[in-house]
């Protein structure tokens, strides 16, 4: 099956700081999504985008499908952006969202 | 408000005692899944549905059962649980099979005992 690889596996960060989170994923895929798993576990939609840059506030995320990864940034860090970052993709064939094994992030006051 | 809600949100339970998740979702989509959560391996798919009345195994189906009567229900069953069961339980839906964003539930907290 496809293989999602994110990096790096584990953030610490201090309120205000940025960083970049990786996915690479190992074939072509129909859609990839963020997700932000949240301290009670909830998987909430940061982003589908399969190609190309979006915003959301502080988030924005890019894929380059052709170079097969997708990267995704948050500015100004807050406390409430800890959790676990998965990426999700879907392969051409198959229709389950295969994840990767996730970042976990920290944001310290 | 746009949403999959699944019910309980958290149940702890004996062996063997059978039991339903419950999934619904308000926005007339065409697919739903189950997926499970744990330590280690990930979150895996359980079982699929593209429609009313077609549904199919995901990658990890032992022990589960599931229905899809109405488009906006789809039901996990876990007909006699056992403590390798014990786990985070997703349901999610999209608007078509693939290609498009998938929407995932608050998720259910279950332990086998």
């Known amino acids: 099956g496809i293989q999602v690889e994110q990096s790096p596996p584990d953030l610490i960060l201090q309120e205000g700081a940025n960083s970049t989170l990786r996915c690479n994923f190992s074939d072509s895929v129909n859609n990839l999504q963020w997700f932000h798993q949240n301290p009670w576990g909830q998987l909430i939609n940061l982003f589908y985008i399969p190609s190309g840059t979006k915003q959301n506030g502080r988030l924005s995320a890019t894929t380059v499908a052709t170079e097969r990864y997708s990267l995704l940034y948050i500015s100004s860090s807050q406390t409430t952006d800890s959790g676990v970052y998965f990426c999700?993709?879907?392969?051409?064939?198959?229709?389950?969202?295969?994840f990767g094994k996730g970042t976990s992030l920290l944001v310290t006051p | 408000e746009a949403q999959v809600t699944q019910n309980p949100r958290y149940l702890i339970t004996v062996t063997g005692k059978k039991l339903t998740v419950t999934c619904s979702q308000n926005m007339n989509h065409e697919y739903m899944s189950w997926y499970r959560q744990d330590p280690g391996l990930g979150l895996r798919q359980i079982y699929y549905s593209m429609n009313v009345e077609v549904t199919d195994k995901g990658d990890v189906p032992e022990g589960y059962k599931v229905s899809r009567k109405e488009k906006r229900n789809f039901p996990l069953i876990l007909e006699s649980p056992s403590p390798n069961q014990t786990s985070l339980y997703f349901c999610a839906s999209s608007l078509k099979v693939k290609g498009v964003t998938q929407y995932f539930g608050p998720g259910t907290r279950l332990t086998v005992l």
């Open positions: 999700a993709v879907e392969p051409n064939s198959g229709y389950a969202l295969n």
